[in-house]
Antibody, heavy 122, light 108 residues
Framework: QEQLVQSGAEVKKPGASVKVSCKAS????????IHWVRQAPGQGFEWMGR????????NYAQKFQGRVTMTRDTSIITAYMELSRLRSDDTAVYYC???????????????WGPGTTVTVSS | SYVLTQPPSVSVAPGQTARITCGGD??????VHWYQQKPGQAPVRVIY???DRPSGIPERFSGSNSGDTATLIINRVEAGDEADYSC???????????FGGGTKLTVL
């Protein structure tokens, strides 16, 4: 069945970087965008960006430009999100989610990873 | 950036109908997607393209979208429907998806 599995929780100090992985299974990895969405404690969802696995093309939210890097390794059907220069307000659960055929239009995010908790604290 | 507005909370008795709104400028011209999130769990898409229901989602869940308001409708509400619900659209001006702030549904 279609599934996204994420790496485990991370604790980082301010100024450090974190890299979260998202391994896909059960579907054509190259055929769908992977989005990254975060949710701070008690808050709503915030879109960070997306990657097209077939060619590595990315789109980032303006807020994260210069601090976020999304990559993928098609040989192990895994996407990555790296966030640098971490601050305390980056503490959140980070989700990867499948959203939209590469050659189609966006119809929501239909498969979600379980989330990765990132805690930024000195 | 496009703004989606949801009420922070909605309460309903079991067996009644819950209506959760999502307001946005001419949202009726966009496709709206809805997510359910239970505590400690990842979100689940319950409605896409205004009113389509993914496989496995009960028929009690439906949606509508017109003018400046989209609505998620849950008929015959059950205790297990208690969760946070968020709406989402694709913002063509910024070329990315945006979420509403979320609504906590409480089953009395």
């Amino acid at each position: 069945q279609e599934q996204l599995v994420q790496s485990g929780a991370e604790v980082k100090k301010p100024g450090a970087s974190v890299k979260v992985s998202c391994k896909a299974s059960g579907y054509n990895f190259n055929g769908y965008y992977i989005h990254w969405v975060r949710q701070a404690p008690g808050q709503g969802f915030e879109w960070m960006g997306r990657i097209a696995p077939h060619n590595g093309g990315t789109n980032y939210a303006q807020k994260f430009q210069g601090r976020v890097t999304m990559t993928r390794d098609t040989s192990i059907i895994t996407a990555y999100m790296e966030l640098s220069r971490l601050r305390s307000d980056d503490t959140a659960v980070y989700y990867c989610a499948r959203g939209g055929l590469i050659e189609g239009r966006f119809n929501g995010m239909d498969v979600w990873g379980p989330g990765t908790t990132v805690t930024v604290s000195s | 950036s496009y703004v989606l507005t949801q009420p922070p909370s909605v309460s309903v008795a079991p067996g009644q109908t819950a209506r959760i709104t999502c307001g946005g400028d001419n949202i009726g011209s966009k496709s709206v997607h809805w997510y359910q999130q239970k505590p400690g769990q990842a979100p689940v898409r319950v409605i896409y393209d205004d009113s389509d229901r993914p496989s496995g989602i009960p028929e009690r869940f439906s949606g509508s979208n017109s003018g400046d308001t989209a609505t998620l409708i849950i008929n015959r509400v059950e205790a297990g429907d208690e969760a946070d619900y968020s709406c989402q659209v694709w913002d063509t001006s910024s070329n990315h998806p945006v979420f509403g702030g979320g609504t906590k549904l409480t089953v009395l």
